[in-house]
């Protein structure tokens, strides 16, 4: 590999990190609007559906930064033969923030697709 390429891989890399981070909250809202989640799942579900790898360590404190702005509420319930888990479930007030993000979000995807479709042809 090039020392151009290296870079541009490490800009690429260090950019995607920012993106995910700035939509974090956002998928995390979407996720919470269709049904309740325990952390752990939550982290394993943005992974697996949107394809977002989120340290843990960046999820909880964001989960109880969420929950202080009254979006969320948590119920620590029992877990299935093993430690209590921390259930989330999206507030009212968390629904409608939610409910104002997502025309943003599509304007927003709908402007970059439009820009990347200039691009490509």
Same mark, same amino acid.
């Given at each position: 590999m090039t020392r #151009?390429? !290296?870079d541009s891989c490490e800009q690429v890399a260090r950019w995607e990190v920012q993106l995910r981070k700035g939509i974090l909250e956002f998928v995390i809202l979407l996720s919470l609007s269709r049904r309740e989640h325990y952390g752990f799942e939550l982290v394993t579900g943005l992974t697996e559906r949107a394809a977002i790898d989120v340290p843990e360590g960046t999820i909880y404190p964001l989960l109880l930064r969420l929950s202080k702005d009254g979006l969320i509420q948590s119920e620590l319930r029992d877990g299935d033969g093993g430690a209590p888990r921390k259930y989330y479930t999206l507030t009212a007030k968390g629904s409608t923030l939610l409910a104002a993000m997502?025309?943003?979000? #599509?304007? /927003? *995807? *709908? !402007?970059?697709d439009? /820009? /990347?479709e200039g691009h490509l042809q």
């Open positions: #151009q390429s !290296s997502i025309p943003s979000w #599509q304007k /927003l *995807a *709908a !402007s970059v439009g /820009l /990347l």
